[in-house]
């Protein structure tokens, strides 16, 4: 009997220092087959560092909604002022012209099968790089679940801890977050999935240890700060335990926007941007005045 051991690794973010950390881990466990479920690069502006470890390691790798956003990028070259765009643009004019063709080319979702076992990974939903699949959702996880041809239903997106339970007899999965988890002070999520013999034997639910210190050196060298400081201190908010700040912000910027405009887009949006909650500079702005005492980017 032949027993795979595959990691499952979502949402990293650009967070290269972390995936150092969970290839590690994943050796030490006997790890043999790697699947990415997208949202490799954006927040973190390491992303070539990250691509070229994913590139050398699998070649199962999704595109989330962050690669979407690089991806119309490319298509349309958007002419938006907005500050919190710029981290976009940063990204975009970073990578490299490989690793951009490399971008546009990733699916969304795809069918895989070990020993026996079958996986619909995505990193959102089946359909959709934005759909969220939350646990609460059960109308949603039934709808997805019910006719599901494969045993086995995983994904990332939603930045919630990790969890797995089955549902319809399939076993549903969120990997949790790797690079931005804001429940964690320094620590990666990801899973090993272990099968054989057409069944799941284990499901580990790993934390990973990283270095944050490293995260916040990397940031001051990279140039990313002299573009934008406010989404790299709620980014590095985010790792080092106080990841509700991050939230309170988007959740204040959000009531503003809507109660401002009626919509979080902007009115030229084309594509997955319709759903890009771009926020006001003023917005931005006076709520990084407003949250100052929390940064660590002065």
Known sequence: MIKIKIAIITDIHGNSVALKEILKDAEKN????YIFLGDLIIDLPFGNETLELVKNRSN?????????YIIEYDKEKYNWENIQFKNTIFMYNELSKENLEYVKKLPHCMSLEYEGV???????????????LKQEKRELLDYYTRNLKEDCLIFGHIH?????ETINNKIVINAGCAGVSPFYKGQAEYIILEVSNGKVNNIDLRLVDYNIETIKN???????????????????????????????FFHEAKKIMIER??????????????????????????????????????
């Open 261 to 298: 405009n009626k919509k979080l887009y902007r009115d030229d949006a084309k594509g997955i941007f319709k759903y890009f909650k771009l926020y006001d500079d003023d917005i931005w702005l006076g709520l990084a005045e407003k949250y100052k005492e929390y940064f660590v980017f002065k």
């Open 218 to 248: 990397k940031i001051i060298k990279c140039g990313i700060l002299d573009i934008d400081k406010t989404l790299m201190n709620l980014t590095y908010l985010s790792i080092s335990g106080n990841g509700k700040i991050r939230y309170d």
């Open 160 to 164: 919630e801890k990790m969890w797995y």
């Open 60 to 68: 199962k790798v999704l595109k989330g909604n962050k690669e979407q």
């Open 118 to 132: 079958k996986l619909l990974v995505a990193h959102g939903s089946p359909k959709s790089v934005e759909e969220q």
């Open 30 to 33: 006997d790890v043999k087959e």
